[in-house]
């Protein structure tokens, strides 16, 4: 399962070299790139940088906290709250090409110092107990079944009180989902939980839920600006089709039916440790 699920997502090793090309040919010169520059790259999720400051906004972080990012990618959440609240963040990720173009992009802007990234399974953490202050996890859960692991991982690696944020896309009350989605080309690697499904196994982990924030009307408007600019340019306004291959216009496409049907529905969780 692992395996398949890493591989869906990038087998590409030079994969920043590939990022790097493509942010030239749009214009950018790498010596004076921003994390602005990267985030439409970068933020792997529906509504991009924007719910990442929404998450990070309710976190509490200062410059002395340690963040767990949890299946970081591309490590543009990392980088985000590193440069946002001056924290440091340690992510992980299942996918080794991702954690090494997260490792490569960091240097581009200058936060190497600050964000660092290390190949592991969510379900089974590299990390002693209590050791972060907070943790996120932005749509990751997607690919996982065994979420009561998950959970009780990010539980038992975070501080007494640590804030844990998870933003997600979760099975929604319209039907069954559309394949291909960005997370996964058939059923075999999607998982998804429903809203009160979060809410108990959260709960179950030892979590004290403080906020539910439901997001999927303006991730509907996300999707729609993303096909409609697709099919007046031909190109991905995003360029996540680098390493989800052709077939990322169609899931697009379907995801702005699996949104407006509401097949899925985005919903940010805000608990205590
Ligand atoms: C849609 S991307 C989101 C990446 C990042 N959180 C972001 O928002 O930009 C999903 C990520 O989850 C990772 N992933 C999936 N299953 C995982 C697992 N069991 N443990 C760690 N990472 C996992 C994938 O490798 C991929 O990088």
């Not at 933020?43 to 949890?70: Q, Y």
């Not at 964000?115 to 690919?143: C, E, R, W, Y």
């Not at 009561?148 to 690696?157: H, I, P």
């Not at 409609?228 to 291959?245: C, D, E, H, R, Y």
Request: glycine share 10%; hydrophobic share 40%.
């Amino acid at each position: 399962m692992a395996d398949r699920v890493a591989s869906h997502y990038s087998e590409n090793l030079g994969l920043a070299n590939a990022i790097a090309d493509k942010l030239r040919s749009a214009g950018k010169d790498l010596a004076k790139l921003t994390t602005a520059d990267l985030a439409a790259v970068d933020e792997f999720h529906i509504r991009g940088r924007k719910a990442t400051l929404e998450l990070g906004e309710k976190m509490n972080l200062s410059a002395g906290s340690h963040v767990l990012d949890i299946g970081s990618g591309l490590g543009g959440p990392a980088r985000t709250l590193a440069e946002t609240f001056g924290c440091r963040v340690t992510g992980i990720d299942l996918t080794q090409a991702f954690c090494d173009a997260a490792t490569a992009m960091s240097a581009w802007v200058g936060l190497g110092g600050r964000v660092s990234f290390k190949q592991g399974d969510a379900t089974n953490l590299p990390f002693g107990n209590q050791t972060f202050d907070a943790a996120m996890t932005i749509h990751v859960a997607m690919n996982i079944a065994a979420k009561d692991k998950m959970y009780a991982e990010a539980r038992r690696v975070l501080k007494s009180g640590g804030v844990f944020a998870v933003y997600d896309v979760l099975q929604g009350e319209g039907g069954e989902v559309l394949y291909p989605v960005p997370w996964a080309r058939d059923p075999s690697i999607s998982h998804l939980a429903t809203p009160d499904e979060m809410k108990n196994l959260l709960a179950g982990a030892g979590f004290k839920l403080v906020d539910v924030q439901d997001s999927t009307e303006e991730s509907q408007s996300f999707f729609e600006r993303m096909t409609s600019q697709m099919a007046k340019t031909g190109v991905s306004p995003v360029i996540w089709q680098l390493f989800l291959g052709e077939d990322f216009p169609e899931m697009a496409r379907n995801q702005v039916r699996n949104v407006t049907e509401r097949r899925i529905r985005t919903v940010s969780f805000i608990c205590l440790a």
